[in-house]
T-cell receptor, first 116, second 115 residues
Framework: AQKITQTQPGMFVQEKEAVTLDCTYD???????LFWYKQPSSGEMIFLIY??????QNATEGRYSLNFQKARKSANLVISASQLGDSAMYFC?????????????FGDGTTLTVKP | DTEVTQTPKHLVMGMTNKKSLKCEQH?????MYWYKQKAKKPPELMFV???????INESVPSRFSPECPNSSLLNLHLHALQPEDSALYLC??????????????FGPGTRLTVT
């Protein structure tokens, strides 16, 4: 089974609207971290937001927030007030405490297009 | 300073060439990574160095040879590559906090074309 599942290959959103990108994960570890990265067409992967498995509050970073539902094993990224510059590929990733140093698992990604 | 630099940005090489990709970070991170990424796909982990020692080799062919000269530098030596090795090669670094906050900072990548 895939450890990280992103079910939306492509998403469209109107500028200034909010959008939710889905991510579900599978792990038997109690301690793990969840991450979202943005990759514009230029290629560089940019870290957006982190959620720890023991964090009780949903993470927020500016216009990004993470809707963390631990029982459902989901960690959806919410982007508020979308901007044209948000058009990019978005990857959800997980780092489990039981894995070797540094190894994170990435989902297949969601391509977001923001329409003017 | 949250920057990871990579050189060169673009590289075209023949199948008999030898070349190297370089990566540098000055964030005091303890882990450094090489990824290979094909278009519209997630990055595939190749190697991880932790405290300058190779900790993960994801069964990468021997025509790719990593090197970590010091805690800030990471090289990827390329030899006798195949056309299917053409891809974006990303370097990243992180603090290496197992099970905790361990976001990776990526460089801009090297777009490699093997002819």
């Amino acid at each position: 089974a895939q450890k990280i599942t992103q079910t939306q290959p492509g998403m469209f959103v109107q500028e200034k609207e909010a959008v939710t990108l889905d991510c579900t994960y599978d792990t038997s570890d109690q301690s793990y971290g969840l991450f979202w990265y943005k990759q514009p067409s230029s290629g560089e992967m940019i870290f957006l937001i982190y959620q720890g498995s023991y964090d009780e509050q949903n993470a927020t970073e500016g216009r990004y927030s993470l809707n963390f539902q631990k029982a459902r094993k989901s960690a959806n990224l919410v982007i508020s007030a979308s901007q044209l510059g948000d058009s990019a590929m978005y990857f959800c990733a997980m780092r489990e405490s039981s894995t070797n140093a540094g190894k994170s698992t990435f989902g297949d990604g969601t391509t977001l297009t923001v329409k003017p | 300073d949250t920057e990871v630099t990579q050189t060169p940005k673009h590289l075209v090489m023949g199948m008999t060439n030898k070349k190297s990709l370089k990566c540098e970070q000055h964030m005091g991170h303890r882990a450094m990574y090489w990824y290979k990424q094909k278009a519209k796909k997630p990055p595939e982990l190749m190697f991880v160095y932790s405290y300058e020692k190779l900790s993960i080799n994801e069964s990468v062919p021997s025509r790719f040879s990593p090197e970590c000269p010091n805690s800030s530098l990471l090289n990827l030596h390329l030899h006798a590559l195949q056309p299917e090795d053409s891809a974006l090669y990303l370097c990243a670094s992180s603090q290496d906090n197992a099970g905790g906050r361990d976001e990776q900072y990526f460089g801009p990548g090297t777009r490699l074309t093997v002819t």
